[in-house]
């Protein structure tokens, strides 16, 4: 996986950690167990992804995966999603697949499947996916209000 050069450490090691102990979490988690704690929720997001998407937008579709009060995360199937900005939230995206595109705060990345890069709040960004399409998996912090999606001009 690559990292793009304007990372937060801090926020690179949380998700490391937290995507360690899912690992060790799946592989020895017993296949019955207790009662989940209020709020948890286990989603396959190959089921998502075959399942019906949501409209997000012109050329965005996705799949809610879950939420708090503190984050939110969903799987996006996308062509092209132009210049726009989040005032209220920073995004967390892993690109699960395809090839193309991330241009954000005024430089241009390639970026493709295994790629994760972090884009704080008020960064302008817009993804262009090189053939077809990308599916990414974004978490965003605090969770993302459907307003907060601010469209600028290319």
């Known amino acids: 996986m690559r ?7 801090p926020a690179i090691a949380g998700f490391a950690g937290f ?15 207790a009662p ?9 997001v190959g089921a998502v992804l075959k399942g019906h998407l949501q409209q997000y937008g012109a050329g965005i579709q996705g799949g809610d995966l879950g939420a708090t009060a503190y984050a939110d995360a969903a799987v996006v199937v996308l062509s092209k999603v132009g210049l726009h900005r989040h005032d209220k939230s ?5 690109v699960l697949s395809g090839s193309g ?13 295994g790629d994760f890069f972090i884009i704080p709040k008020s960064t302008p960004h817009a993804l262009t996916a090189t053939n077809g399409k990308f599916t990414l998996l974004g978490f965003a912090t605090p969770p993302q209000a459907d307003k ?7």
């Open 101 to 113: 595109t991330l241009v954000a705060a005024n430089r241009k990345y390639a970026v493709a499947a």
């Open 148 to 154: 907060d999606m601010i469209m600028m001009s290319n």
């Open 19 to 33: 995507a360690l102990g899912l690992a060790v979490h799946s592989s020895t988690a017993p296949a019955v167990s």
């Open 90 to 94: 920073d995004e967390f995206i892993y």
């Open 3 to 9: 990292f793009l050069s304007h990372l937060h450490v």
């Open 36 to 44: 989940s704690p209020p709020g948890f929720q286990i989603t396959h």
